[in-house]
């Protein structure tokens, strides 16, 4: 079954907004997506119904609890992890990672090795600086080519060796699109002997998660990317998550994932991480059968979640080349990313691009005065686009589409565009 784009936009109430009678073209959505109509029904449920703390034995303490619990499930469906205990709630992704780093410090002693990448967002970055820094662990980096937006993967062969504790690496580039074989390069950081920590943050929104697949030990991700409120989410070993030392309150619990959970947690933003699942299992079981049969080792929501994947990114995936296809016909416009068509499945719709006339910002600028909405600079992809020499240039402009996104809004931007180069 094709899919429908008119229901899928009728389920976002923002894609209704007009601004003095124009409508929103929503092309920022690799810094956050917006929500659909379950989301807000369910958080707005939550703050009705269960809005009390934990532990009390009364009605709205124990639907608390319960939203919290579905959360969990949900998530695990969501990575297909193996346990819902295996799942870490917290404000985003920075913040968990920067929590468990401090938590996985405590297994390295100086002159220890971690490796990086020259093409993750800064906050899978960051908090292992920090961490060298005050362990006086060796910082090795992995390099991408920046004419193919790629790792090549004896770079990092190179890098490991018997002193490598761990390799943080992003699913897809929040800069570039670029989809990285993160399967491939947790076997090699395994067989070296080392954790892997993947950034699935950017891939979340656009393909399914198979953490037991991938084989890596943590993967951190943000619902506010894949259509639900500002939440993050860890996916963790268990045996690792239960080895490891949390730092926290005296009275918090000791073991499973709440140990890591520091605090009150947001528990009508764990209400909408629930239902931005759910959504995504609604379009593939209503949509998406078609696809069951590339599932058939999952059910229920699990196998729901996956079909709507394919299908929504395969659509997106059309967008995407109609937009750099229009982006190519453009004066002197550089696309930083890779945009050969049979290399497509190789990136997620998020489009980077660079012109000499133009600054980034001053473009961005330009289309918000026609309500296009879309970011610039480096988007906290620091190492990126100062890989790529745009340090001091600005950065890029960024287009990111999502499912919700349209062929004519693609052709509106690509002419609005043309106008103002």
Excluded at 246 to 259: D, F, I, L, Q
Excluded at 332 to 346: F, L, S
Excluded at 357 to 363: K, Q, V
Aim: aromatic share 8%; with cysteine.
């Amino acid at each position: 079954m094709p899919i429908d784009i008119e229901k899928i936009r009728s389920q976002f109430p923002s894609l209704a907004v007009t601004d003095d009678n124009r409508a929103r073209i929503y092309f920022d959505n690799p810094g956050g997506t917006q929500v659909p109509q379950i989301v807000i029904d369910r958080m707005t449920d939550c703050l009705i119904r269960s809005n009390a703390n934990l532990g009390g034995a009364f009605a709205s303490s124990i639907g608390a609890g319960a939203i919290i619990d579905g959360a969990r499930a949900a998530m695990a469906d969501f990575v297909n992890a193996a346990s819902p205990d295996e799942i870490v709630f917290g404000q985003n992704m920075t913040t968990l990672t920067f929590s468990m780093s401090r938590s996985l410090g405590r297994r390295f002693t100086s002159g220890d090795e971690i490796v990086l990448t020259r093409m993750d967002h800064d906050g899978n970055v960051s908090p292992w600086l920090l961490l060298a820094r005050d362990l006086g662990l060796t910082v090795k980096w992995l390099d991408f080519n920046p004419q193919t937006f790629e790792f090549d993967l004896a770079d990092l062969a190179a890098l490991l060796g018997p002193r490598t504790k761990l390799v943080a690496v992003n699913h897809a580039s929040n800069a570039t699109g670029t989809i990285n074989d993160v399967k491939a390069i947790s076997r090699m950081a395994k067989e070296a002997g080392a954790m892997v920590y993947v950034d699935s943050v950017q891939f979340a929104p656009h393909g399914s998660i198979d953490v037991q697949d991938i084989g890596c030990d943590f993967l951190v991700c943000s619902a506010y990317k894949f259509f639900g409120p500002h939440q993050g989410i860890l996916w963790g070993r268990a045996d690792l998550l239960a080895e490891l030392e949390a730092y926290k309150v005296r009275p918090a619990a000791s073991s499973g994932p709440e140990k890591f959970e520091t605090g009150t947690q947001s528990h009508e933003g764990l209400a909408g991480v629930t239902a931005a699942v759910d959504y995504f299992a609604g379009i593939g079981a209503t949509m998406g059968a078609d696809q069951h049969v590339h599932h058939a080792g999952f059910s229920g929501r699990r196998r729901d979640v996956r079909a709507a994947m394919d299908m929504l990114f395969a659509y997106e995936r059309t967008l995407a080349e109609r937009l750099i296809d229009g982006l190519r016909e453009l004066p002197e416009v550089t696309i930083q990313g890779i945009t050969a068509p049979e290399a497509m499945g190789r990136r997620v719709p998020t489009i980077s691009f660079t012109t000499p006339r133009h600054e980034p910002r001053a473009l961005a600028e330009a289309l918000a005065e026609q309500n296009i909405f879309a970011w610039s600079g480096h988007n906290y992809a620091v190492e990126a686009i100062d890989r790529l020499g745009l340090a001091g240039k600005g950065g890029v402009l960024r287009l990111g589409l999502a499912h919700y996104n349209t062929v004519g809004e693609v052709d509106f931007v690509v002419d609005k565009l043309r106008r103002i180069l």
